[in-house]
């Protein structure tokens, strides 16, 4: 069974710092590229990071660029985003999920997904 599972989510105050993490099961992790997006209640879920098969290669939305690393263990099957200079403009689900594909920015090209992960960042 493919399974995404995020964790490490939580409420911070702006300025501050979180790791996602995000573990992978029943795929072959190497073979695909991630994706962390995040979502708002009645807004499109959007594009925040993306990272290579073999993480040497990255991709970011304009508004984390600079803020945010997102980073690929493919002996511990994690992906992981880091997340500093946290804004209150943060706060949403956020989601990892998989692709063949390579830096893709759009959700459509992912699957799985994991089930999500609640950031609040506090003014």
């Known amino acids: 069974q493919v399974q995404l599972v995020e964790f490490g989510g939580g409420l911070v105050q702006a300025g501050g710092s979180l790791r996602l993490s995000c573990t992978a099961s029943g795929l072959t992790f190497t073979s695909y590229g991630m994706g962390w997006f995040r979502q708002v209640p009645g807004k499109e879920r959007e594009f925040v990071a993306a990272?290579?098969?073999?993480?040497?290669?990255?991709a970011y939305a304009d508004s984390v660029k600079g803020r945010f690393t997102i980073s690929k263990d493919n002996a511990k099957n994690m992906v992981y985003l880091q997340m500093n200079s946290l804004k209150p403009e943060d706060t949403a689900v956020y989601y990892c999920a998989a692709t063949v594909g390579y830096l893709i920015t759009t959700q459509a090209r992912y699957d799985p997904w994991g089930q999500g992960t609640q950031v609040t960042v506090s003014s």
């Open positions: 990272i290579s098969r073999t993480g040497g290669s990255t």
